[in-house]
Structure formats: structure tokens, C-alpha cells
């Protein structure tokens, strides 16, 4: 049982974004909760946002990229985007254990209704070892652990971020590009991607560059399909 002060810190009684009142162990009210912006319709190729009606965007029929389709809860935008900063840089894993469970939701809703087989296991993108040194925790690997209980799926730990990545935020895509070559690496002994679907998931997903560069990693040590699942998608 948690400490009543730590309880309070992950279990806030008022709304994060409102400060209304929350009946039961959520951050936002169901108000603010139902005005989230929400995914859907998006691209089932890359996630990205689109109108009504469409399927996948212009860019992934012109040029699919190597994943084979991505689901991600939210657009990447307010007040998501300070959502997920409280979580990432302000340290409330309450706040991103909802939004985790918001994104088992998802799935879970999107393989019920299209009656789509679950991945056989879950791989999170690693953050680097220096960036995890600063900030204490790996916000894709809490939030691997999530999806994994709830879809009850296994969490595979041998992907690994071999070189440090600058913050992508500013760069083209060719140097982008440039700068994830050799930047992951699979270590694992006991040949568990062979043939598998591997969901890989991370907090957001932005240009699709890194989970491509993570899915010719995966499938060149064996994995079969590589679907990506993102808490928030950037438009
Ligand atoms: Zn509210
Ligand atoms: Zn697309």
C-alpha cells in the first residue's frame, strides 16, 4: 500500500488541466477527458492524422514505410503535448500511467472492432543510458510495461541505443537519417524475434524515421512484422 502522500502526488482529486473535481483514480475529469484530440481517423500505415473517410496518407501509398501500420491514442498537440511533458520532464507517472492506459485502450478497442491478431510481443524504444541517468526513468519502457499487462503480451528487453542521438527536434530528414545509422542494435541470445510480430512502442511518434531504423534492425535479426504504438502522434 503507497504512502498517503505519495497516493495524493499519483492520484491528484482535482482535474489536471481543469482543476474540476475527478471521481475515481484518473487525472482529468470526464470532461476534459472526452475533449482530448483524440487519434482517429488516422493514417494505418504511419498514424498521421487525417481527414474522415481516409484510410492512409499520401505519402505512405507513394512509399509505405518498413512498419507495417502504427496506432497512436492522441495527436500530438495541446493539451496532450503538456500532458506528456509533465511526464517526461516533471516526473508525474501518474499522469503517464493514464496516458499509457489510454493507448492499451486504443489497441485494445482496435483489435476488437477489426478482429486483428495482437502482436506476439512488445519491444519499447531505449532511451539512452545518459538521458535515463537525468531524467530517472524511461518513459517507453514504463509505458511497454502497461501495454504488456494490460494486452497481456510479453516485453522484450534486447534492443539497445548504442550510439547517443541528439534531439531530433530541428533536423532535416536527411540528417536525421544520417544520424540513426547504427544508433540501435538487437542484443539477445535467445532468438526470440524469430518470425514475430513485434509491437515496438514509444511516447511519441514524429517523422516515422527512428521506428523505420528500429524495424530494419529487428527484421535483420528476424522479427516478421513490426507494428509501432505511440501515446501521441505529431501531425
Ligand atoms: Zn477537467
Ligand atoms: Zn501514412
Known sequence: M??????????PSRCLLCEGSVRGLKPLCTGCEAGLPWN???CRHCALPLPP??????????????FAGSLCAF?????VDGLLNRYKHRGQLGCGHWLAQALADAVALHHATTGAL???SIVPVPLHWRRLQRRGFDQALETGKVLARRLGLPLLDGLRRVHYTASQQGQGRAERQRNLEGAFAWRDTRNRLAG??????????TTGATAGEITRVLQAAGAGRVTVWAIARTP
Do not use: K, T
Open 118 to 120: 495482437l502482436p506476439d
Open 40 to 42: 482517429d481517423p488516422a
Open 53 to 66: 473517410a481516409a484510410s492512409q496518407c499520401g505519402h505512405c501509398l507513394a512509399q509505405p514505410p518498413l
Open 75 to 79: 495527436r500530438y498537440e495541446p493539451p
Open 196 to 205: 514475430r510480430h513485434v509491437a515496438l512502442v514509444d511516447d511519441v511518434l
Open 2 to 11: 503507497p504512502s498517503p502522500a505519495l497516493f495524493n502526488a499519483l492520484v
